[in-house]
């Protein structure tokens, strides 16, 4: 039995090891500081500049205690131009889609499609800069991850009904960063039929890994729920427009059991800067010293 669940371990860590575990990380920060120094102070200049010009422009209150937070349609500016935007762009590419998506369909791992993974979000793309950039939502996670951070990207994820149980749609932490903010914006009303994201907040996360010794990889519903029961999780039912943030390096997570309806949502987040610092550059350029860290762009419009 021991052997069994040894070997039932492994496979969950695969050389995750290496990945995880606060002392490593912050030996890992502190490198990639020591080799950023400009990097490095910009970016407290930037954390300190912000929250003391726009502190009162802060809508979302996302605790370090728990790890999540729900923002209500009608909160964050510009929320329903952006849905209205996205919604009209996926129903223009939808048709395009389901032809690449029979293709994959075969696949064990496909379940959900990047709406923008081949063409980007087009005509979107300036809306949306704006809208992942407005003080309001950038000073939640700066007081958040206490960095001034950097934008990890954003897709548009058509969840299809499916029956699958693979990937994501099972219990697990990302590993991009010790700690993270990634936002879930509801594209259509999002009910249990449509395969919500569901999550465990941090504490209780914690609690799962130390008394399963998770450490990276997927975990059963069965390994949870021995230790947080199923009417716990916090289920991320909402209708359109609903915005979830959550820090899934550090909150437990699955989504995409879509078992009767299609699941619309744009995703984006954002990691703390030093494992990152100027290795990314993104096609957008910047216009400032802002949207230079937190794109790790070139400076200049071209
Ligand atoms: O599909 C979901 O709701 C969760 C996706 C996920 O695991 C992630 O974006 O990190
Ligand atoms: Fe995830």
């Known amino acids: 039995m021991g052997g069994e669940l040894k070997d039932k371990k492994r496979s969950r860590l695969k050389g995750s090891k290496d990945k995880r575990g606060w002392g490593r990380w912050l030996e890992f920060k502190a490198r990639r500081r020591a080799l950023h120094p400009v990097d490095f102070a910009l970016r407290k200049f930037m954390v300190a500049k912000q929250l003391l010009s726009n502190g009162a422009a802060d809508q979302i209150s996302l605790s370090r205690k728990e790890g999540w937070a729900r923002i209500e349609p009608g909160t964050l500016p510009l929320t329903k131009e952006v849905v209205d935007s996205c919604v009209s762009l ?79 749609q099972l219990w697990h932490l990302d590993n991009l960063d010790s700690r993270q903010v990634k936002f879930f914006l509801y594209l259509n009303d999002i009910d249990k039929g449509a395969g919500p994201t569901t999550i465990l907040p941090i504490g209780a996360t914690q609690e799962v890994v130390k008394r399963t010794g998770y450490d990276g990889g997927k975990i059963s519903d069965e390994e949870v729920a021995a230790c947080v029961p199923p009417e716990n999780w916090i289920v991320l039912e909402g209708p359109k427009e609903t915005l979830i943030a959550c820090d899934t390096s550090s909150c437990l997570h699955f989504g995409g059991r879509a078992r009767e309806r299609e699941r619309l949502f744009v995703m984006f987040h954002y990691s703390t800067s030093a494992p990152f610092a100027f290795e990314k550059r993104w096609k957008v350029p910047a216009r400032n010293l802002r949207e230079r860290l937190l794109f790790a762009a070139s400076p200049g419009r071209h």
């Open 90 to 168: 996926f129903h223009r590419r939808k048709p395009e889609l389901e032809a690449v998506f029979d293709t994959r369909a075969s696949k064990s791992d496909t379940y959900f499609y990047d709406v923008a993974a081949e063409q980007g979000f087009g005509e979107v793309s300036d809306l949306l800069i704006e809208y992942v950039t407005q003080p309001a939502l950038l000073n939640s996670v700066i007081r958040y991850l206490g960095d001034f951070p950097i934008f990890q990207g954003a897709s548009l994820y058509w969840t299809p009904p499916n029956s699958k149980a693979v990937s994501s």
